[in-house]
């Protein structure tokens, strides 16, 4: 066994140990960490066992080659050691997948926020059939959908949504949406049956907890105000609207949706501290503040990361050439077919770079 296989071995079983130490339990950040990391160690011990397991079984096999002279059992055992020596090579294979590094924010709920961009009132419309999908394909994998804020547009579109999606996997799925999306259809508005072209933006965030990130009170312009558009009289009545800005940042959320000032400011606090534990990844990673910066741009039709393409049918994913020939399954949800595609691309091109 190599060392590393060893050492790995060492620290899963000193995790366990941790999950059962009552200084770590009474410490909820500490007690977060060693469950996610003794949770990302399960299937690389798992893994190493098994291919110790089999070079066993492939080494027992050969021994008995050796003192065997019976043709038939000869036979069965070079059979059983071939067999033990491909599962071996098999599982060293996933080993070195399952070692590739880890995502800092996998195992964390995901905030998506969605806004129409370059196309009016079709943008909005678009960016509806957007926030339907996520939503459509949260259902299809088990996971679970908190809408933050929506704001209806005037034909039925939304001008922005943001809602969290919870699940072990969502940020390791969804990571990849964040970017302008286009699309290419007959609007509803348009009469004369002309295809246009339009965007809609969508930021993916993982979500940062209250022990991720210190927010001081005094960095906080709260301001208060009467609740706008849809929502009823018991809405619009009061000033239960909230405008947080974080001053050093600049960072300005606004949450209008709930009936309580309280709730509106609890919505605004948990996407602020996502967008600034963002900024602090960025600011540590020059190469991911790149990525992350390139996520929305500037929203127009030429930017892009996907084209969704009514008329033949089709969405094309741009950034790895990838088209997929079913559009209305796409936008009710099916999104396994491109993401397992962008997964497998980001994977093949980690083990190209030589990670052992």
């Known amino acids: 066994m190599s060392d590393r296989w060893k050492s790995l071995l060492d620290e899963h079983a000193s ?130 959908v908190e809408t933050l804020s929506i704001d209806p547009s005037d034909l039925g579109g939304v001008n922005q949504a943001t809602f969290v999606i919870r699940g072990d996997d969502a940020w390791s799925r969804l990571k ?74 600049g960072i300005v959320v606004s949450m209008q949706d709930e009936r309580s000032q309280i709730q509106n400011r609890a919505r605004a606090m948990t996407v602020l501290r996502s967008r600034l534990m963002q900024a602090a990844q960025e600011e540590q990673d020059a190469k991911m503040s790149a990525e992350r910066r390139s996520q929305v741009g500037g929203g127009g039709r030429s930017e892009k990361i996907r084209t969704y393409n009514f008329k033949e049918n089709r969405r094309t994913d741009h950034r790895i050439g990838f088209t997929i020939y079913s559009l209305s399954d796409v936008l009710a949800g099916d999104l396994d077919a491109v993401i397992d595609a962008l997964a497998n691309d980001e994977r093949t091109r980690q083990l190209a770079g030589g990670v052992d």
């Open 15 to 144: 995790m366990e140990a941790l999950l059962s130490d009552p200084d770590v339990v009474s410490d909820q950040k500490r007690l977060r960490d060693v469950s996610r990391r003794y949770k990302e160690l399960q299937p690389v011990v798992e893994c190493i066992r098994n291919i110790e397991a089999r070079r066993s079984d492939a080494a027992a096999a050969t021994d008995l080659l050796e003192i065997t002279d019976d043709a038939a059992e000869r036979e069965h055992l070079k059979s059983e050691r071939d067999d033990a020596v491909k599962d071996a090579d098999r599982l060293e294979d996933e080993l070195r997948t399952l070692l590739l590094p880890k995502d800092p924010n996998d195992g964390r709920p995901v905030i998506l926020e969605i806004r129409g961009a370059e196309g009016g009132e079709e943008a909005n419309l678009f960016a509806r059939d957007l926030y339907d999908m996520y939503v459509g394909y949260a259902s299809r994998r088990g996971w679970k």
């Open 176 to 249: 990849y949406e964040g970017g302008p999306h286009r699309v290419q259809r007959v609007p509803v508005t348009e009469s004369s049956g002309r295809i246009h072209t339009s965007s809609a933006t969508v930021m993916v965030l993982p979500e940062a907890e209250e022990v991720d990130v210190h927010i001081d009170d005094k960095d906080l312009q709260v301001d208060v105000f009467r609740s706008s558009g849809a929502g009823g009289q018991s809405v619009n009545t009061t000033d239960s609207a909230v405008r947080i800005t974080h001053i050093p940042t």
